[in-house]
């Protein structure tokens, strides 16, 4: 811990507080959770309870290429978030403005080709089965409004 202690980290092209445990701030890039931020300290064999400030670049620089690539260090696919892709059918685990941007084109294709899930998804109903009698009544005028200032 002779290192200097560092205040910004940058992770993956994004800026992460350095007081944080390599664990939470690992968590805090798009597309990674705490699992998957357990697992990649665990495959470096890291202090998960360190502070992420007190790295060296050169640690940093490795978990970015975990992050990257994880399932080529022995981190098992069921952690990855896009298994067999559409376009190519491998497995690949996609982070930041990647993953905002495959999600993205994923929802215009299923709305280009007119699917259930795309046409709810135009209309900003819920996808996936809930029941909508009760919920999901914000955005949309539904039912009868009352008149202000009625004595």
Do not use: C
Not at 51 to 74: A, C, Q, R, T, W
Not at 104 to 129: A, F, I
């Amino acid at each position: 811990m002779e290192e200097e202690f560092k205040h910004l980290v940058r992770i993956a092209r994004k800026d992460v507080d350095g007081n944080k445990t390599i664990e939470n701030a690992l968590a805090d890039v798009k597309g990674v959770g705490k699992a998957l931020s357990r697992a990649v300290g665990i495959v470096m064999d890291l202090d998960l309870s360190q502070k992420i400030g007190y790295l060296p670049d050169e640690k940093v620089l490795e978990i970015e290429e975990v992050l990257k690539n994880p399932s080529s260090h022995n981190v098992p696919d069921w952690m990855l978030n896009r298994r067999n892709d559409y376009e190519t059918g491998e497995t690949g685990h996609l982070i930041e403005s990647d993953l905002m941007m495959t999600l993205r084109e994923d929802l215009n294709r299923m709305k280009k080709t007119r699917s259930y899930k795309g046409r709810r998804h135009e209309v900003g109903l819920p996808v996936r089965g809930q029941r909508t009698k009760s919920t999901f009544r914000k955005g949309s005028s539904v039912g009868v409004r009352r008149r202000r200032g009625r004595a």
